[in-house]
């Protein structure tokens, strides 16, 4: 085992800093006997794309493999920005596990890549969504902080190649930092990896044109979510914000049961903010319009110096936690990863006791300018002086073949030479095929294609009309090959069809020449109609000219008369009327 000093001057006498075989390390004692050791990588599912999404997480699982049946407890996690490996035990336990997973990771055991493939998509069934999770989607599309909003389709798609290239390329010793809470470095540690470098968190893109927006989402739920610059005045804002919506939705309002926010540091620069509010149906409304009122209230109306004292005050606390040195190495070793400034316990009581109620009302107002608010159900808040997320692309659409919609004569299927549209009476949504970041595909013909907007399109050949295997040929080789995600044929009863009412309808428009008989016409109990109306016609007909001449009157002139002026006139009506009653 090899180590050399490096010394952050802010961790300076608090915690030990070295390296070990190039991947700087943090080291702490703690009370208790066992040792618990974290290794983190600067790689995470925002440096996917989505079509090798949950390429990182195979890694993790593949290099924990031999590792599952130990007795210590140890685990493995994949987050936005980095994968960690950790466990708990004796020293000797810890360092046998840290070598294992740095051999396991210089030779995977890519026999059992299919194996692990179905674990992953057994444990995606099986989780649960969280209320939050469509919001990185629509705040930043499908790429990115994004891919989080999406299932791991790389499961299907990488191959060993990718996962070996992958697991060479981002676990590297210069892409790590290693946190221990030992009194110094353990003896036997062989934490032999690959040469590489340190990787910058990926830039953050938007598929957002204005914020603050909003989404409709789940009945139930709002959420909000904002980006802020990292720094210890929104942390202790994100705190402010918690209790003000737990005091005004809970405590006085009595709408929600949870009413929370949260801080998390999404890269070196930036965090996010998360607030949450839960409602019952009927009082959805109050929760969401009180919710915009706290947050007007925090940027625009007061925050009592009582407020800001008691979050700072608790904050203080932690520094007072047993064994502190210990319990900071993995927020340390994080901010060394990414490349965040590590601030000494000294440096940031001086910035906890240096926030102002200014302060946090200009965090308030960065957090508001930045907003994504989910809302329940299809409420709007344009009145809260938030736009409506886009809903369809900002595009024109593409031309090409177009192919009607089986279900809505209203829909049509656009398939060009530069990508595929959907328009609609609202809009059109669009996927080009030269940025394409996915398309998945069936070998019944179904066609999937996302756009790095997050919009996609599918294309469905049971559902729109004349869409030929040529007419799919033509998207399969315009489509970039690294974006193509090959998902296993379907069972007949789940290839979607018309639904019978619409695609009822949409043959009889279509059956040929006597597509001018109105449909009510067309039925059994609208021909009888008919029947009725046209001898309803004729009895008043003869009726009105036996009116007309009288008992002696001339009968030829009047049924003349009759025959050209009043038959028409009344059929005409009748017709219409049947029409009418028909439609309704």
């Known amino acids: 085992m090899t180590t050399t000093e490096f010394a952050p001057e802010a961790l300076s ?3 030990g800093c070295t390296t070990t075989q190039g991947i700087p390390t943090l080291y702490a004692p703690r009370r208790g006997g066992q040792v618990t050791a974290g290794l983190f990588f600067r790689v995470g599912r925002a440096d996917e794309t989505l079509a090798t999404a949950g390429l990182t997480h195979l890694v993790e699982h593949l290099a924990l493999h031999r590792l599952q049946l130990a007795d210590l407890h140890h685990n493995g996690a994949t987050a936005n920005t980095y ?19 740095c051999a396991a990771l210089r030779e995977l055991p890519l026999a059992r890549l299919d194996t692990e493939r179905e674990i992953l998509r057994t444990e995606a069934a099986g989780g649960r969504s969280g209320s939050n999770s469509p919001l990185p989607l629509w705040r930043y599309g499908a790429q990115g902080y994004g891919l989080s909003s999406y299932d791991e389709l790389g499961t299907w798609s990488v191959t060993p190649d990718q996962v070996g290239d992958w697991a060479r390329t981002r676990f590297t ?16 540690l062989d934490l032999t990896l690959p040469t590489g470098t340190r990787r910058p968190a990926p830039a953050a893109t938007s598929a957002l044109r204005t914020t603050p927006a909003y989404i409709c989402g789940e009945d139930g739920h709002v959420v909000l979510t904002s980006v802020v610059r990292r720094s210890t005045a929104a942390a202790v804002f994100a705190d402010v914000l918690g ?24 890269d070196a620069d930036f965090a996010t903010l998360t607030a949450y509010a839960d409602a019952l149906p009927q009082k959805q409304d109050a929760v969401v319009g009180g919710f915009v009122d706290t947050l007007a209230r925090l940027r625009n109306g007061t925050i009592a110096q009582s407020e800001l004292d008691s979050v700072r005050g608790k904050k203080l606390k932690m520094y007072d936690v047993p064994d502190f040195a210990a319990a900071s190495l993995p927020g340390y070793a994080l901010d060394l990863l990414l490349g965040h400034r ?5 440096e940031h009581r001086a910035e906890l006791a240096a926030v102002t109620v200014a302060d946090l009302h200009e965090v308030a107002r960065e957090a508001w300018a930045s907003t994504l608010l989910q809302v329940p159900g299809h409420r709007g808040v344009d009145w809260a002086g938030l736009t409506l997320a886009p809903q369809y692309s900002g595009t024109t659409g593409v031309t090409g073949s177009s192919h009607r919609s089986l279900e809505s004569e209203d829909v049509t299927l656009v398939i060009g030479d530069e990508g595929v549209s959907v328009t609609t009476p609202r809009g059109v949504v669009t996927v080009l095929y030269d940025t394409c970041v996915a398309m998945t595909t069936r070998p019944d013909g179904a066609r999937g294609l996302t756009g790095p907007d997050g919009f996609a399109v599918t294309v469905e050949p049971t559902l729109y009309l004349d869409v030929t295997p040529d007419r799919i040929a033509r998207i399969d080789a315009a489509v970039p090959e690294a974006a193509v995600v090959r998902l296993p044929a379907r069972a007949p009863e789940h ?18 020449p006597a597509t001018w008989v109105p449909t009510w016409l067309r039925t059994v109990g609208g021909r009888l109609l008919a029947v009725v109306a046209a001898a309803w016609v004729l009895l008043g007909g003869f009726t009105i000219v036996r009116q007309i001449i009288g008992p002696d009157g001339d009968l030829g002139g009047a049924l003349a008369v009759a025959l050209i002026e009043v038959p028409p006139v009344m059929l005409l009506r009748r017709l219409y009327l049947v029409h009418r009653m028909r439609r309704r």
């Open 83 to 101: 994968t960690l490996f950790h466990a708990t035990g004796d020293e000797d336990e810890v360092v046998a596990h840290l070598n294992s997973v």
């Open 173 to 188: 010793r210069e892409n790590a930092v290693l946190w221990i809470t030992s009194e110094s470095v353990p003896e036997g």
């Open 13 to 15: 006498g608090l915690i």
């Open 495 to 512: 290839v979607p069809r018309p639904r019978e009412g619409a695609a009822q309808s949409q043959r009889s428009k279509d059956s040929g």
């Open 342 to 346: 590590i601030l000494s316990p000294a």
């Open 243 to 266: 209790r003000a919506l737990f005091q005004d939705l809970r405590q006085e309002g009595g709408y929600s049961y949870a009413a929370e926010a949260d801080y998390t540091p999404r």
